[in-house]
């Protein structure tokens, strides 16, 4: 699933999943009724490429969950297109402070909602691609020894996680271990995890095996030929 949708009415949700499921590039699309179910999807290992979210929500509305996103580690990055009426332009721009990434208009207009979220996922796959030729570049190596790179730091990951303590801590040096092995192969938001880890504001065991899926995630890009995520 690389696109979720946020929105507390359902006729809408399963309009705007019809309208993206022709979008190309989309394998598939997850669907939350509020922001905190969207949080608890994000939590529970979704991990998707654009989120498309509604602005008034119950629980959790639009701006509440791009805030909580923008002040975690791993989903800091994660673009943002807010479902609005005309009347919620306001909002929107108040949204753009944030670091929203654009809006799409209801009632939806197909080729439009289209081609905003087609755009994000190209420019997605470009910064991608670019930082991970720059990140080959600088450790010299090929997409074979990157991938042997990446397999040693999740035999790592494994071995530290298997040793945790009873309430699933690890020691501060295997976790600075791992986190700067995580920062030299441009695996940033595994690396902040692990900064947040060693600080003390984290658990270790769910930031170790976020690790390791997106370890995972990077060597089946390689497995593909597809450009190595940074």
């Known amino acids: 699933m690389n696109i979720l949708i946020v929105d507390d009415d359902e006729l809408a949700r399963l309009s705007l999943s019809n309208i993206l499921g022709a979008v190309e590039g989309v394998t598939g699309v997850a669907e939350a009724e509020d922001g905190e179910q969207a949080w608890e999807l994000l939590a529970g290992g979704l991990r998707p490429l654009v989120c498309c979210c509604d602005v008034r929500m119950p629980r959790l509305d639009g701006l509440g969950l791009l805030r909580r996103a923008r002040g975690h580690a791993l989903w800091r990055d994660l673009p943002f297109l807010l479902v609005s009426s005309a009347s919620d332009r306001a909002t929107v721009q108040d949204a753009i402070a944030i670091g929203v990434a654009g809006y799409i208009l ?79 192969l441009g695996l940033w938001r595994a690396a902040a995890l692990l900064g947040q880890a060693r600080a003390g504001g984290a658990s270790a065991a769910p930031v170790l095996g976020e690790l390791a899926c997106l370890v995972d995630d990077r060597l089946a890009e390689l497995a593909h030929g597809a450009p190595l995520a940074a």
């Open 106 to 184: 209801k009632p939806y207009m197909a080729v439009q909602t289209r081609a905003t979220v087609a755009r994000l996922l190209r420019e997605q796959q470009a910064a991608r691609a670019e930082a991970a030729l720059a990140t080959r570049r600088r450790l010299g190596v090929d997409r074979a020894g990157m991938a042997q790179l990446l397999g040693r730091l999740r035999e790592d990951a494994v071995g530290v996680a298997a040793q945790l303590d009873a309430e699933g801590n690890a020691p501060a040096a295997d976790l600075e271990r791992l986190q700067r092995a995580s920062e030299v």
